[in-house]
């Protein structure tokens, strides 16, 4: 597609249940970037994607979080037993990592909210 | 380690008054500078970007940044602030030379900016 694809655009779940956020980035970018961002703390670096190499998951708040990206292009955020504390939007970016110039395109996120 | 520290979390002017978002960065090596803009319930997109080319950089929307490596400063500016530029602001820096990983891209809280009619 044109851009960064998210999905779902908002989600609603109860405290405990796992949520699958699912991220599809643009065609030929080989880095793949999660971040979280809530209200007034800016944005949170979770876990970085590049091409076949390990993920970079030093960002992951705890081990409830994990992602997986198949094939070099569609990746799944996974939060298991979530918290209320997990409320926040998540935002998926990529871009051409090598050339390393920072620049990233952002998808509108996927906005969660736990009851 | 490399920061950025963004005064202000929210800035409020008049329709037709100058913009000015501050930003520092902390660093031991010369670094990218960025400043990205969120509208509301839209992701983030690249407003303008200092790559070590010239020190004032230009971007969307009439916006334009200065590049100061005496103050560490990246500060962005507009001369005439218009209703459709109210939205989140954020600076971020990132090196030409790192090895990979995400944390070659910092950002700092972001800024709201709030324009009043």
């Known amino acids: 597609g044109a851009g960064v694809s998210q999905s779902p655009s908002n989600k609603v779940t109860e405290k405990g249940k796992d949520v699958e956020l699912r991220c599809d980035p643009i065609?030929?970018?080989?880095?793949l970037y999660w971040y979280r961002q809530s209200l007034g703390q800016g944005l949170e670096f979770l876990i970085y994607f590049q091409g076949n190499s390990a993920p970079d998951k030093s960002g992951l708040p705890s081990d409830r979080f994990s992602a997986e990206r198949t094939g070099g292009s569609v990746s799944t955020l996974t939060i298991q037993r979530t918290q209320q504390e997990d409320s926040a939007v998540y935002l998926c970016a990529s871009s051409f990592r090598t050339r390393n110039t920072g620049e990233l395109f952002f998808g509108e996120g996927s906005r969660l909210t736990v009851l | 380690a490399q920061s950025v520290t963004q005064l202000g979390s929210h800035v409020s002017v008049s329709e037709g008054a100058l913009v000015l978002l501050r930003c520092n960065y902390s660093?031991?090596?010369?670094?990218?500078l960025f400043w990205y803009v969120q509208y509301p319930n839209q992701g983030l997109q690249l407003l303008l970007k200092?790559?070590?080319?010239?020190?004032l950089v230009k971007g969307i929307n009439g916006f334009e940044a200065e590049f100061k490596k005496s103050e560490t400063s990246f500060h962005l500016t507009k001369p005439s602030a218009h209703m459709s530029d109210a939205a989140e602001y954020f600076c971020?820096?990132?090196?030409?030379?790192?090895?990979?990983?995400?944390?070659?891209?910092?950002f700092g809280k972001g800024t709201h900016l709030i324009i009043q009619p």
């Open positions: 200092y790559t070590s080319a010239a020190t």
């Open positions: 971020a820096v990132s090196f030409p030379y790192s090895g990979g990983g995400a944390d070659g891209l910092t």
């Open positions: 660093s031991s090596v010369p670094p990218y």
């Open positions: 065609s030929g970018h080989t880095a």
